[in-house]
């Protein structure tokens, strides 16, 4: 990783309310974007998990990371990458069966609108670092800057990326709605 | 807001011009549940960012292992194994200090019987010195 964080020598001791204090109003960020890439809710629940886990377990250099959260999202990037890596690696094809447990929940819980679970279809099939950046723009609302650093990635990449998304979402919609087909 | 505004905002959007606060514009306008017809691909797009930034994790965090530690467990192990040997060895000393004791109870039994023994003879020597002495002296 090219961007290193301000580490400032003076380290606190965080007990486990002070850890949670710090790490909870953003779970979950990291657990969205973890879904967001490992697709399954199950999978980002453990990614989750160890996630915050592995923050616990170094949380006496927490003090030290001028910004926790953003360090958070960029592990929670890297460790699904990892993830999908390995996936991708022992062949296995949890994708596609997850895709369809995934959309029936989705449907119950968006009854009341068909075309916006056709959005989260969409981002779906984006490349990695499109929804990377729709995630953490759109939904999370973070600015280019922090995006930037999350990702490694300079404020104008991230833009680029950023409009090369919304148009693709904007454009499948309008299609859809044009030829009825889903 | 009037709609050439939000059309304004949405050309940005789509380059990824916008500010945050204008993208809450956008958001606002377009969750209103007012908009106009031939932005609604846009509303579909608005309306699920706010749906996904509402899903929350179920799982509570679990900060304590789980897992049995089983370097824990070897730990644990190893420390049997050392007192046993320890608790063996102590034993194995103490019977043989028992049978260092019981041999030398049995030589000092040996030798007080033989030390006895002389003591009779010793003592019978005596009695047959004072009958001797009796003898001379009442002569």
Sequence with gaps: MKFSYNLSIETIKMNESDFLKVVLPFKDKVFRLAKRLLVSKDEAEDATQELLFKLWKNKDKLSGYRNTEAFAMTMTKNYCFDRLKSKQASNLTLVHSNYKEKDTSLDKKMEYRDSVSQVHKLIEKLPEQQKLVIQLRDVEEYDYEEIGKMLDLKPTAVRVALSRARKTIREELIKQHNYGII | ?139
């Design chain 2, 1 to 139: 807001m009037e709609l050439f505004k939000i059309e304004q905002l949405l050309e940005k959007y789509l380059n990824a011009e916008t500010t945050l606060q204008e993208e809450a514009t956008l958001k606002n306008y377009f969750l209103s549940g007012n908009v106009a017809q031939h932005l609604q691909e846009y509303e579909s797009m608005f309306g699920y960012f706010a749906f996904n930034k509402a899903e929350t994790s179920a799982k509570r965090i679990q900060l304590k292992t789980k897992k049995t530690n089983w370097r824990w467990l070897s730990v644990a192990a190893s420390v049997v194994l050392l007192f046993s040997v320890y608790m063996g060895n102590e034993y194995r000393k103490e019977q043989q200090v028992k049978a260092q004791y019981a041999e030398v109870m049995s030589t000092l039994k040996m030798l007080s019987t033989n030390l006895n023994k002389g003591n009779e003879a010793m003592a019978s020597l005596y009695v047959y010195e004072d009958t001797v002495n009796k003898i001379f002296k009442s002569k």
